[in-house]
């Protein structure tokens, strides 16, 4: 599945119309966040994770989403099950991330 950009303004539809939900948070200054982009790619096209939706979202644009998530320091990675937080962290660990996807998928 392709990656979703998303901001504050369609952030809660996209949350709404999908089960399963995995966000990184990123800022353009982020060379961590650069870095983990095509892990991220990976994932979202592992079909193994078919059914998760995948978001990149500009921690710097989208305070309201960043908010939702208690997003502390990038880039962070957010999983949301039926519109609710079930859990987040900042890290830039492969191994991590997909953990936090597999528990959601």
């Given at each position: 599945m392709?990656?979703?950009?998303?901001?504050?303004?369609?952030?809660?539809?996209?949350?709404?119309?999908n089960?399963?939900?995995?966000?990184?948070?990123?800022?353009?200054?982020c060379?961590?966040c650069?870095?983990f982009?095509?892990?991220?790619?990976?994932?979202?096209?592992?079909e193994?994770?078919?059914?998760?939706?995948?978001?990149?979202?500009?921690?710097?644009?989208?305070p309201e989403?960043?908010?939702?998530?208690?997003?502390?320091?990038l880039?962070?990675?957010?999983?949301?099950?039926?519109g609710?937080?079930v859990?987040?962290?900042?890290t830039s660990?492969?191994d991590?991330?997909?953990?936090?996807?597999?528990?959601?998928?």
């Amino acid at each position: 599945m392709a990656i979703i950009q998303a901001t504050d303004t369609d952030f809660q539809d996209v949350l709404k119309s999908n089960e399963r939900v995995v966000v990184k948070y990123f800022a353009d200054w982020c060379g961590n966040c650069r870095l983990f982009s095509p892990k991220f790619k990976r994932m979202a096209a592992n079909e193994e994770f078919a059914n998760v939706a995948f978001l990149d979202v500009n921690a710097e644009t989208s305070p309201e989403a960043r908010k939702l998530a208690g997003v502390t320091n990038l880039p962070y990675f957010a999983v949301f099950k039926n519109g609710e937080l079930v859990e987040g962290a900042a890290t830039s660990k492969e191994d991590f991330v997909l953990d936090m996807v597999r528990k959601l998928a």
